[in-house]
């Protein structure tokens, strides 16, 4: 399976961008689905994740304006970024850490997979 990010790009302080993480095979199950960031000289730190039963959490620095979510139809998790300050620029890594994939006759495991990532930079 592959696993691709896109939606990065350059937003004025305040503004909105949303970013996707689309695998590449049907997804059968998956534990978590999460969106990590890396800003410059940083840590890579947890956005937000969604498991198998729908139930998000957030980080504290962006609550109540990132939302994530799923669209199992096109095997793509989303985050919808609003209000978006110059603390979220970095580059944005989509991850699962076990996620079933393929067919129900082939079923595959997906572990501890991450996307090589998409760049947010928010201007002021």
């Known amino acids: 399976v592959q696993l691709e990010e896109s939606g990065g790009g350059l937003v004025q302080l305040g503004g909105s961008l949303r970013l996707s993480c689309t695998f590449s095979e049907r997804i059968i199950s998956f534990n978590t689905i999460s969106w990590h960031r890396q800003a410059p000289g940083e840590r890579r730190e947890l956005v937000a994740s969604?498991?198998?039963?729908?139930?998000?959490n957030y980080a504290d620095s962006v609550k109540g304006r990132f939302t994530i979510s799923i669209d199992n139809a096109q095997n793509t998790v989303y985050l919808q970024m609003s209000s978006l300050k110059a603390e979220d620029t970095g580059i944005y890594f989509c991850h699962t850490d076990r996620l079933l994939y393929g067919t129900h006759n082939a079923p595959r495991w997906a572990v501890d997979f991450w996307g090589e990532g998409t760049l947010v930079t928010v201007s002021s």
């Open positions: 969604v498991n198998g039963i729908g139930s998000t």
